[in-house]
Every structure is written in C-alpha cells, then in structure tokens.
C-alpha cells in the first residue's frame, strides 16, 4: 500500500520508511525528479495522485539501467552540466525527459535544502502546465557550442594581454591609439625606443606578452575558421546569414543555443530571453519600464548587439535590407546606444523567425511582415 504524503517526513524520515517507499511496485511511478550530481544522483518519484513512492540516492551507473527497467513516465532535471546527455538516454528509453532552468526551479523547494528535497522540488515544478522547459541539445549542438565557448576565453584571453601591454607602456608615459591594429603596428618602434625610456626587462616582458599574443591569434584564427565551415554546412546557418550583420560566428551560436527555436513561441520570447528587452518592475497598473534585463545567454546577447552596431555604421545597406524607414524613425528619438541594443533585438526577433519558419530573410518588401510575425 502506497505511503500518504503527509505520512513521510523527507527532512527527517527513518530507514523503514524510505524502505518501505523503494519496495514499491516501480509501475506506481508517474513523475520522477533527479537531482544531477557528480557521482551521485537522488531520486524522488510521485504517483498519479502525488504520494512518493521513491526515494533513492543512485550511483551514475545506476541510473540508465534502472530506468531502462521502468514503464515511461514524466522525469524533470535541472539542466546542468550533463542534463543534456541524460536526457537524450533518458528519452531514447521512452521517457519523457525534461529539462528546467534552476531559478524556476527553487520556488518549489520547501524547508532547508537538501538533495532529497531539490530532487522533490524538481518533480514538483516539472508537472506544472505553464513552467518553461529547456530544449534538450544535441551532441552536435554541445560540440559546437564548445567551439564557441573556447573561443570565446581566447578571446578574453588576448583582451587581457593587449591590456596589460597598454598599461606596461602608459606607466612609460607611452600612449597608444585605441584598437588592436594600432598596437601591432606601433610595437615594433615602441620596443626599439632607448632604455631610458623602455629598460631591457621591460622590453623582454612586453615581447613575451607579444609571442602570447601571436600564438593566440593563431588559436583564434583556426577556431573561427572551424566555425565558419560548419556554419556553411548547416541549412540553418545559412539560413540565418541572410539576416542582416548576422555571419557564422552568430548564426551557428545562435543554432547551438536553441536549435531551431522550439521552445520560443515568437521572436518577442527569443528576445527576452536573451535580455534585450526593458527590465520591468510594474505595479499597481502602473508600468515601470528600465534598462534592459540582461537576463539569458549573455554571449549570445553580446554577439546581436556587435550586430546592430554594424549595420548601423553601414547606412548604404539599410535600404537593400529594407532596415531604412525604422532605422532613421527610430534615431530621432533614440540616443545611439539605445537605438543599438532596440534593433540587436530586432534583428534577434528576425532571426528566430527565420530559424523557426525554415526560410530565409526577405528584405524590403516583407520585412515588416516578418518582424510583426516575430
């Protein structure tokens, strides 16, 4: 006979009764809620009317063959490090595995935390009608995500170095002109200048620093270059390059991120979940609109607003993709940088619809149609 929920204490249950919970029928199961860990995994599964009938600590390799033996049911993670993976076994075995943003997830936690009482909430917050699932990548999908994601800290990486040697050189007294292509430029004649301006030790540093960042560039380079040929491989990519500023560094971030856009029911959702939308904060009928929430993929984000950016300063292409009409509406009234981030999130609404109708941009004549549909 199955145990009541209120029967069982989680916080402070004894052995016979979490005996008792696994020794029932696994086919009594109808949710299950994991919480991931590293070696580890605790299980909390409800039946049809929402009394616990497990509750279990797995070891990893215990998980796939347990549920290989269990009916299907409705299983909830958190997506996390390795939720994708699980997900995909968990789903080739029948299941029907779903991932959940953490933060959705906390609300449904009750009492002080635990494992068994994150892998509870889990299993509450995956039953609800209006939470909002995570699609779950695949392996192709992670690897270039990967891509991107080294990509990315050598990017940061080179920053840092080229920062370090503006600053090595301005405590010298010796300014450089902003952007990369000055420096390099300019390096050669600043590391020749006499030691009374530039000692030997330094000059050795800021060469050292220079031989880094050589070879990060060349890391740099052949990543990109990795990138840019799935990009031209992929239908999706090349799809969302005939959006406008958007090239396969964004496209196949964006393809890595959310495939094709299922889980947004419109380009509006996609923008807000990359925050590019006003951070709202209203109450009592009264709508408080600030800056933008900044919330979601913050890469991804940064990638759409360097996009604007360039279609901004080419105004000669604004009539060919058919931007022209909003774009010169929308600088009457906006400061520059706002009118940058108000069109990263068209072009972001743009892409999706793009992405999430298998078609490619149509400039000019159905660009309005196309934005209104995002």
């Known amino acids: ?7 069982v204490k989680l916080g402070g249950g004894t052995e016979d009764k979490e005996h008792a919970m696994s020794q029932n029928p696994i086919t009594a199961i109808a949710t299950v809620g994991i919480d ?54 968990l789903k080739a075995l029948g299941h029907d595995a779903r991932l959940m943003p953490a933060k959705y997830v906390r609300p449904y936690s009750k009492g002080q935390k635990n494992d068994f009482r994150d892998a509870e909430a889990i299993a509450e917050a995956v039953q609800r009608p209006t939470m909002k699932f995570v699609a779950t990548k695949t392996a192709d999908q992670l690897d270039l995500q990967a891509l991107h994601r080294v990509r990315e800290r050598l990017v940061s990486q080179r920053t840092g170095i080229i920062n370090q040697i503006r600053a090595f050189l301005l405590e010298r007294g010796i300014a450089v002109r902003q952007g990369q292509r000055f420096l390099r430029a300019e390096l050669p004649r600043i590391l020749a200048t006499p030691p009374d301006v530039l000692s030997p030790r330094m000059v050795r540093l800021i060469e050292d620093l220079a031989s880094d960042w050589r070879r990060l560039d060349e890391r740099v380079e052949s990543l990109s270059g990795e990138i840019e040929a799935v990009a031209r491989q992929d239908a999706d990519c090349e799809r969302l390059m005939s959006v406008p500023g958007i090239g396969p560094i964004i496209s196949s971030a964006m393809v890595a991120a959310i495939g094709r856009g299922e889980v947004f029911a419109k380009g509006r959702d996609f923008g807000a979940w990359l925050g590019l939308v006003p951070k709202q904060t209203s109450t009592g009928d009264r709508t408080i609109l600030g800056k933008i929430s900044k919330r979601g993929n913050r890469y991804l984000r940064v990638l759409f607003v360097q996009a604007a950016w360039v279609v901004l300063i080419r105004p000669k ?8 009409p909003w774009i010169e509406a929308a600088k009457k009234r906006l400061h520059p940088n706002v009118l940058a981030i108000a069109l990263a999130n068209k072009l972001a609404r743009i892409a999706w619809s793009v992405l999430a109708r298998g078609r490619n941009f149509e400039a000019r004549t159905n660009i309005n149609a196309t934005a209104q549909a995002a």
């Open 1 to 7: 006979m199955l145990l009541p929920r209120q029967q």
């Open 36 to 89: 991931i860990g590293k070696n580890s995994f605790h299980v909390f599964g409800l039946d049809q009317r929402g009394a616990i009938v497990l509750r279990q600590k797995w070891s990893r390799g215990q998980v796939e063959a347990r549920f290989a033996n269990m009916p299907p049911c409705l299983i909830g993670m958190e997506a996390c490090v390795g939720a994708h993976h699980l997900s995909r076994k």
């Open 317 to 324: 292409s604004w009539e060919r993709h058919g931007l022209k």
